[in-house]
């Protein structure tokens, strides 16, 4: 921390790859560097950074706070909103109390005595490079305090001239789009009460064109399971800014005397080196995480799509024999299970083993699952409830209803109020005692609905419910710390780093089609790192798309996340399941590279063809997929040159094997190097690359590349 004149500071955040200036002249203190690594600093570069004051505007170049602040003449989105009863304090300014600052972490304490609030600031530079923000407000005066919003404001460079942002809809999310970024601002709500499949809470800013490795890119993501927005402002002051906080309801929040409010922790990582580099930041983040899964993540079976609601002892006993002698490690039991549940009309709420369908409970299956060898795993979604079920007509005053309107459904459903203790105390025993009286390893927490007008006590609900969420989640990991936890909303309707802090993995989409899963996990992975995705091989008919797969392309698709199968293995060939055993063979002796290496998603001249894959961390090894997912405009493609391996050592490059013949093609010939063998350095493969065997359209080959000596 560096003294400025004017008793202000100036603090220097920097890990060696990148710098954050933090600047206060004993106010608000502001973000004013955030990017490429700057040196030694003192409190020249302030004067470097100071801007004039034109005429026909204010006497003052108004500040942009890390809160922005109104009250001295900024004019974009208020970094606080809020209000007492009669109407004052509507625009606090806060000044500095207090502050503490290393190389990695500041710490700023304010205050505003007029207003009696007070607010705590807390920068960190993550060891992975992950810059996060912690922003808290505290109500010191004698009356409520009505917060409408706390957005944290965060400067990005001029030369960031494009956007990227990510969301789509139910089994087909993670859509990447991109818009210029010159004089508009873009504004990203969510107001559907969970992280939704609509709009994930992330942005990415970056100069124009930046791609997988070229470019500088800035990315933040707001790490909530709740609403949210973030405002790209390229318009305010001829400033660059993201402005991002948790999307409040009126009268959502209202501070009570002495009462704190916890705004979301905001993520921010820059890189030089485009998309890949903030990719591999946030990976980065995620692992350093205690909690962080760290053993193989097993292979799993879910028989929803095999069975959906027909649950039967002896059907899924056998469907567990097939599934261990193709090298399954964990058999899941999905919805149907539970009192009352025939289909997805009744049932709900009543979380204990329906005697009318398991008359001697679960134990005899988890037993047979066990004795093979797997463990055993079950899904519930706690959140919710059916009007017909014992929870509702015992207690329908526990949903997340005004009860003055008519109730508005989703999959016959309603949302239980968990910010009310005794629904939270419920639903806890009830998993509680699941858990405790079973062998369970794993729980698919699933949350299949949107918030509408989520209303507790006649007020907006859905902060509370948040929270309420985190708390039981919470209090099961506490109680059953060894049993994992997979976040599923309707597929990917729930992936954050907030409801990570909680889970052990995420379902990735509804949709296991392995065409629309190309784009859809390219998209989570600019986020989140492979062993916590949810990627299964489906049927050859994939049950949402309608469309007929082969093996191996599902496969692709599938092998490095956390891999699974949601197939009737009973109505497979043999050809196929012995097929399958190979691959999950494959995928075992991968996993340790896919779940621990370097993701690098490449940039293909073709648009048809995507590229991606994981290096090693010594850059010993390396896996990357080709796939073709249409007709290109020329029949050959391009080569593939392959980034991310050590310019100076040679590599051997084959194809692994998978399942279908995929270059049993109308080629009068294919390029000799898959049966003569290809050996070419790290450099080689940057720049020359190799030309593909002819790929049908929906076709994918998976290539290893392995250092020799």
Known sequence: MTDTPGNGVLVHLTDGRCSLLISSAGDMPRLVHWGAQ????????????????????????????????????????????????????????????????????????????????????????????????????????????????????????????????????????????????????????????????????????????????????????IGWSGNFEIVCDAVTDARRALHVGELLASGEVELQPGEQYDMPTVYAAYSPDGLNGVSNRFHAYLRDRPGHPSGPRPVLLNIWEAVYFEHDFDNLAQLADRAAECGVERFVVDDGWFHGRRNDEAGLGDWWVDPAVWPDGLTPLIDHVTDLGMQFGIWVEPEMVNPDSDLYRAHPDWTLVDERYPAVFARNQLVLDLGRVEVRDYLFGLLDALLRDHDIAYVKWDMNRDLVAATSARRAGVHRQTLGVYEVFDRVRSAHPNVEIETCSSGGGRVDFGILERTDRAWTSDSIDALDRQQIQQGFSLLFPPELMGSHIGSPVTHTTGRRHGLGLRASAAIFGSMGIEWNLLKASDQDRAALTGIIATHKRLRPLLHDGIVVRLDHPDRDVMAHGVVARDRSTAVFACTRLRSGPSLHTAPLRVLGLDPSRFYDVTIVPMADGNFDVPARRQPAWPNEGLQLSGRQLASLGFSLPVLLPETSVLLEMTAVG
Do not use: K
């Open 38 to 221: 700057l040196g030694e600093v003192d409190g020249r570069v302030l004067l470097a950074l100071e801007r004039p004051v034109p005429r026909g505007g204010l006497d003052v170049d108004a500040p942009m706070g890390l809160v922005a602040e109104p009250g001295v003449g900024w004019f974009g989105p208020p970094g606080i909103e809020g209000h007492r009863p009669d109407g004052s304090d509507f625009a606090p300014q806060f000044v500095l109390r207090s502050s503490e600052a290393t190389t990695t972490e500041a710490h700023f304490e304010l205050m505003d005595s007029s207003a009696a609030l007070d607010m705590s600031i807390v920068v960190t530079l993550q060891r992975s490079g992950v810059a996060t923000f912690a922003v808290s407000l505290t109500n010191r005066g004698a009356s409520a305090y009505s917060l409408e919003a706390l957005r944290l404001s965060i400067p990005v460079a001029s030369q960031a001239d494009e956007l990227l942002t990510v969301g789509g809809r139910w089994a087909n999310e993670f859509t990447q789009t991109r818009t210029p970024w010159s004089g508009n601002c873009l504004s990203i709500e969510n107001r559907r009460g969970r992280t939704s499949h609509e709009r994930l809470g992330a942005v990415f800013a970056g100069t124009a064109g930046f791609g997988e490795h070229t470019g500088e890119v800035w990315g933040c993501h």
